[in-house]
């Protein structure tokens, strides 16, 4: 009998790769700890920016803030609104989490994510409003390629590609055609 192995179960493969993938340093995708990142930096959290952070690192899709602050007041009931956006500025100046607009799907909502251990691109369907990640080699030699023409110190990249999932462009074609 095979042994069984615990697949990927990482946001972005949604379990379709085949990797043991959380715990595997080769996987582009890794999300790293956040508290014990705080730590390492010497940061002390309240109780109440704790749930926040834990809230974040649980995530299994990209939260806006008013989505956060509902989920981390299961944590911490008694958590406000400036209390998730404090913690989120802390998260994004020391570069441990992601911004993202999603092509504006939902109007002008900002959503967070824990880094991944590789700079992922974002694949926003704007039939079905599904975002997938993808993640490739060509995008970090692009980021090189820059830095090293342009002499710029590449501190944040962000690409978000708007158009048609592969499930809505087949039940498009799918259709008769009159
Ligand atoms: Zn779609
Ligand atoms: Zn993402």
């Excluded at 009998?1 to 972005?12: E, G, N, R, Y």
């Excluded at 014990?36 to 990209?62: N, W």
Aim: proline share 2%; with cysteine.
């Amino acid at each position: 009998m095979l042994p069984q192995i615990s697949k990927c179960d990482c946001v972005a493969t949604n379990g379709s790769c085949d990797r043991v993938a959380t715990k595997d340093a080769s996987c582009p995708f890794e999300r790293r700890s956040l508290l014990e990142e705080l730590a390492a930096k010497g940061v002390r959290l309240t109780a109440q920016r704790r749930a926040v952070v834990e809230t974040i690192q649980d995530a299994g899709e990209h939260l806006d803030a008013s989505a956060l602050l509902t989920q981390a007041r299961i944590r911490e009931p008694n958590i406000d609104r400036a209390t998730v956006y404090r913690t989120i500025d802390l998260l994004k100046r020391l570069r441990l989490i992601d911004e993202l607009d999603l092509m504006h799907l939902k109007g002008e909502k900002h959503f967070y994510e824990v880094k991944t251990r590789r700079d992922h691109v974002h694949l926003a369907c704007f039939q079905c409003g599904r975002i997938e990640e993808f993640s490739s080699i060509a995008f970090e030699k692009l980021k090189s390629e820059l830095a090293t023409q342009t002499g710029f110190e590449v501190r944040v990249t962000r690409l978000e590609v708007g158009g048609r999932c592969r499930a809505c462009s087949t039940k498009m074609e799918e259709l008769p055609k009159h």
